[in-house]
């Protein structure tokens, strides 16, 4: 069973740039799509950005050229680089499978955009 932890998170200025790592253990990972979701306060948890195991990506259309998704399949490793941060953007960050069977939530990451 492949575990998920999310770590990178932390408060940064509007306009500012953030990176966030996903560990992920289990030889499995390398098949999963993937995907970084997030949770604001009182809002339903929402998929911001996605990369197939093949490195196709997809992105919201609120985050659309500001966050890059990317993946190491070596390293089993996903990464988020969050630039131009609006205070819209906070929420507790958590990556999963972009499609097909959801592994167990990890803790999340938060990020908060605020002056």
């Known amino acids: 069973q492949v575990q998920l932890v999310e770590s990178g998170g932390g408060l940064v200025q509007p306009g500012g740039f953030l990176r966030l790592s996903c560990a992920a253990s289990?030889?499995?990972?390398?098949?999963?799509?993937m995907g970084w979701y997030r949770q604001a306060p009182g809002k339903q948890r929402e998929l911001v950005a996605a990369i197939t195991r093949g490195g196709t990506t997809n992105y919201a259309d609120s985050v659309k050229g500001r966050f890059t998704i990317s993946r190491d399949n070596a390293e089993n490793m996903v990464y988020l680089q969050m630039n131009s941060l609006k205070p819209e953007d906070t929420a507790v960050y958590y990556c999963?499978?972009?499609?097909?069977?959801?592994?167990?939530w990890g803790q999340g990451t938060q990020v908060t955009v605020s002056s």
């Open positions: 999963n499978t972009a499609a097909g069977q959801t592994l167990p």
């Open positions: 289990g030889s499995r990972f390398r098949i999963y799509a």
